[in-house]
Antibody, heavy 122, light 111 residues
């Protein structure tokens, strides 16, 4: 069974940093692209970032470009999201998801982890 | 990149059929067949219901179907059941600077 487990969320001050992790199991991790999607409280879903299976290709939403960095460690079956210069508007539940389709481009998201809450506030 | 446009809410009685629309542009929905749909119950993670416009993953009820015409994709739920009450989001690959875009979300209410 494919499982994704996020961790690393919490309360951080504006301008601060946080690193999220997503531990994967039940599939050959290095074979699949992965993605991060976030959901602000009471709001809709927003795509954040994606990374190819090898880690060689990364993509970001304009809202986080230059502040967030996606990476992966295929030896540890773990996906990361390094978040710097955090703003109040980054407050959200962050989900990781597997991209089982045709690589990072044109895929779909399945399954999703349970999410980890990031709160940016002073 | 603007979000895809969905109706805020759609409702129906048990057994009825409802359709949720998802309108984008020629850069996303209209320019590819990479549209997917997700169901989200309160406090839960989203669940894939449809991928590549009209394909249903194994385990998803055949009461759920997807289609597309021009810049608008649609999700139809037939034989509406109480368990279908949830939020639904469409998503599309996009040729813009961001790789993917989600819809604004639709709350489905079973009367």
């Amino acid at each position: 069974e494919v499982q994704l487990l996020e961790s690393g969320g919490g309360l951080v001050q504006p301008g601060g940093s946080l690193r999220l992790s997503c531990a994967a199991s039940g599939f050959t991790f290095s074979t699949y692209a992965m993605t991060w999607v976030r959901q602000a409280p009471g709001k809709g879903l927003e795509w954040v970032s994606a990374i190819s299976g090898s880690g060689g290709n990364t993509y970001y939403a304009d809202s986080v470009k230059g502040r967030f960095t996606i990476s992966r460690d295929n030896s540890k079956n773990t996906l990361y999201l390094q978040m710097n210069s955090l703003r109040a508007e980054d407050t959200a539940v962050y989900y990781c998801a597997k991209v089982p389709g045709r690589g990072t481009k044109g895929g779909w998201f399945d399954p999703w982890g349970q999410g980890t809450l990031v709160t940016v506030s002073s | 990149q603007s979000a895809l446009t969905q109706p805020a809410s759609v409702s129906g009685s048990p057994g009825q059929s409802i359709t949720i629309s998802c309108t984008g542009t020629s850069s996303d929905v209209g320019g590819c067949n990479y549209v997917s749909w997700y169901q989200q119950h309160p406090g839960k993670a989203p669940k894939l219901m449809i991928y590549d416009v009209s394909n249903r993953p194994s385990g998803v009820s055949n009461r759920f179907s997807g289609s597309k015409s021009g810049n608008t994709a649609s999700l139809t739920i037939s034989g509406l059941q109480a368990e279908d009450e949830a939020d639904y989001y469409c998503s599309s690959y996009t040729r813009s600077s961001s790789l993917y875009v989600f819809g604004t979300g639709t709350k489905v209410t079973v009367l």
